[in-house]
């Protein structure tokens, strides 16, 4: 199963605002996707409690997983995505 470690990059982290653009980016993907921190269990990538539930924080290090025909190039946006700072976006750009 392809993975992705990725540091999160959004000044506050994934609160409400980062986490409801990844998490409608997964959603969007053709292949399930899910997220974890360390050894916690991951949660589905697209829920947006799930992702929430993380607490992950700017720096924080999460791993993506997917299988699946399409999971890498899924795994390549969603992890580009998580590294940008989605905070400094402009409201409605992605």
């Known amino acids: 199963m392809p993975e992705r470690t990725v540091v999160i990059g959004s000044a506050q982290g994934l609160h409400a605002r980062p986490a409801k653009i990844f998490v409608h980016m997964a959603a969007r993907q053709p ?24 607490g992950a924080a700017q720096g924080t290090e999460v791993i993506l997983s997917a299988d699946g025909d399409g ?6 946006e969603l992890a580009e995505l998580l590294a940008a700072d989605l905070d400094a976006e402009e409201p409605g750009h992605v």
Do not use: C
């Open 31 to 54: 292949v399930p996707v899910s997220i974890r921190v360390g050894g916690r269990a991951a949660v589905p990538a697209s829920s947006i409690l799930g992702v929430l539930s993380l």
């Open 71 to 76: 999971a890498d190039a899924a795994l390549d």
